[in-house]
């Protein structure tokens, strides 16, 4: 702040046509000043002169909207670094040409020895789409270890090396709610399924303190540019919590934080410690009030949880990754304490059984300020849609998830789910009319983070095809205001920050981004950028528009 500021002064004025605030439905013209890292007011049909001195940064947005900051509601931090920072085969069209872009990636590392990661190869994408094994990658990587994490993230692909490093052989037993892959003979193919992630996981995905704080660094650098100002990290994986919650810390206490951090540790932890966390990572940029587990695992794999029979699979109603009565027992003693719970849920069975845990939880200590929610509500029957609202349990979900393909016709889950049960995934106008609230996310490295992509698949529930025709199950679109909301306000509520974060308000935190166009007048969504991001009172992005 600039000590020669007149008392009422802003430090910055952002002017503009199109200001959304994500309290009313449609946005107006006027201005929101800035003061330290406050906002001090937000004006209808007022360019702030009154509020403006020499000192004052002046933005005019014009007919640009200017909007709150995104808030993801759904990251793996550490993940989400990783993906930036290492190979991406999400456009290989084969084992071999995923094993040939990896060993490519590979040259560039000093280390030599230490793991090969990757992310994204996807069977389902290619032309044969059988699952790989470890000999074409072994062909690559005769030494070192490989570990490729799929699409979902709910499986990988290793070489022998890495199956080595592992310690897994023919003998190793399948761990619950996982599996490992094996030929005829029972050798281990190099394909784990769920929870088996775990047994390499625990050896290829653990960092030092530096390399964690530099893959922090990695999302955040490319989270500004999305205008991405906070986000919850769930940071339970197979193995355990991702991340360290003493370096987020001191990243805050040096002021490198340039998103706000959300943390949901294990619901499988110490609950006590976490409400010791809680206390003890409590700031304007880092707290801990949530708790994550899964449920489920996905539908192309067969691991999500079903009420009936997969209709490719006759017999086969998904695979319980935890044991749930576990989940069971764990979600009520977290809410008694206070700790607000994400479950993951696919299937219609899991997400029933979400429910019916949260149900239990309030039966037996009561209503409390708790913000339960199920993560990915894929699918949900009739009868279980109402109970969102009644439970008061946030539906979270990342609708980029809709098209799994690029191309419709290529999508896998009419031949899994059979074509009425997948035409009826993601409800999204249902959830939101049942909850009254909706929170938005990527599932990064799931997903890409870009906003723009969950946004416009909101509205249009088409694959980039343009297919099928009007959207799948067009009832459920939501419109313009109320999937910018689900990415601002709901995903603040979902957090416990909506009376500071997730709106333009005078004295919420001034997190505020400015777009390159106006998403109420335009059929482009998908393709928007960010012209200018503030988070906490400062310009920390501005588009190089050269």
């Not at 109603?317 to 977290?334: H, K, M, N, Q, Y």
């Not at 607000?340 to 429910?355: F, Y």
């Not at 409390?368 to 929610?373: D, I, K, L």
């Not at 997903?447 to 067009?474: K, L, M, S």
Request: aromatic share 8%; proline share 4%.
């Amino acid at each position: 702040m600039n000590v020669n500021h007149t008392e009422s002064a802003a430090d910055i004025l952002i002017r503009g046509n199109v200001i959304f605030d994500s309290l009313s439905d449609v946005p107006f013209r006027g201005a929101v000043a800035v003061k330290g890292n406050r906002i001090a007011a937000v004006l209808k049909d007022d360019d702030g002169a009154m509020m403006a001195d020499a000192h004052t940064k002046i933005v005019d947005a014009g007919g640009r909207l200017v909007m709150p900051g995104f808030h993801d509601n759904h990251v793996h931090l550490l993940m989400a670094g990783m993906f930036r920072e290492y190979v991406n085969l999400i456009d290989c069209r084969s084992a071999e040409e995923s094993a040939k872009l990896a060993y490519e990636a590979a040259q560039k590392d000093e280390d030599k020895s230490g793991w090969v990661i990757g992310f994204q190869w996807y069977h389902v994408f290619w032309d044969n789409p059988e699952l790989p094994d470890k000999k074409t990658l072994d062909a690559y990587f005769p030494d070192r270890p490989v570990f490729l994490l799929n699409a979902e993230a709910h499986g990988c692909w290793l070489n022998s090396a890495g199956l080595k490093r592992a310690g897994i052989t023919k003998d190793t037993p399948d761990p619950d709610g996982g599996v490992i892959v094996r030929d005829e003979t029972g050798e281990p193919t190099g394909i784990l399924l769920e929870g088996a992630v775990a047994l390499v996981t625990i050896h290829a995905l653990v960092f030092p303190p530096e390399k964690e704080r530099s893959l922090i660094r990695s999302y955040m650098d490319g989270a500004k540019a999305y205008g991405i100002t906070s986000l919850i990290d769930v940071m339970p994986y197979f193995h355990g919590n991702m991340g360290d919650l003493s370096i987020y810390s001191e990243m805050d206490r040096s002021g490198e934080l340039t998103t706000r951090i959300h943390a949901a540790p294990d619901l499988f932890g110490d609950l006590d410690l976490v409400l010791d966390w809680q206390k003890k990572y409590n700031s304007e940029k880092l707290t801990v009030n949530h708790v994550k587990q899964f449920v489920d695992g996905v539908f192309t794999t067969h691991t999500a949880l079903m009420l009936d029979d997969y209709a490719d699979k006759s017999g086969d109603r998904g695979l319980s990754l935890f044991d749930t009565d576990a989940i069971e027992a764990a979600v009520p003693e977290a809410h008694k304490r206070g700790l607000s719970v994400k479950l993951h849920c696919l299937g219609d069975r899991a997400n029933r059984m979400a429910l019916d845990y949260y149900e239990k939880a309030i039966r037996l200590y009561g209503k409390n300020n708790c913000r339960h929610a199920i993560e990915h509500c894929e699918l949900v029957t009739e009868e279980d849609i109402p109970r969102f609202g009644q439970l008061g349990i946030v539906p979270s979900v990342q609708p980029e998830q809709i098209a799994l393909t690029q191309i419709y016709a290529e999508n896998p889950y009419p031949a899994v789910l059979g074509k009425d049960r997948a035409w009826q995934t993601w409800r999204l106008r249902d959830l939101l009319a049942s909850a009254g609230v909706m929170a938005f996310g990527s599932d990064c490295p799931v997903i890409d983070n870009n906003p723009f992509f969950e946004i416009y698949r909101a509205v249009t529930r088409v694959h980039n095809d343009g297919e099928p025709a009007g959207g799948q199950n067009p009832a459920q679109k939501l419109t313009v205001a109320e999937s910018l909301k689900a990415y601002t306000a709901g995903s603040a509520y979902s957090a416990l920050r909506d009376h500071e974060l997730g709106s333009l308000r005078a004295g919420n935190f001034a997190d505020i981004i400015i777009l390159d166009r106006n998403l109420f007048e335009t059929d482009d969504i998908k393709n928007a950028r960010v012209d200018l991001t503030v988070f906490d009172g400062e310009i920390i992005y501005e588009r190089d528009k050269g």
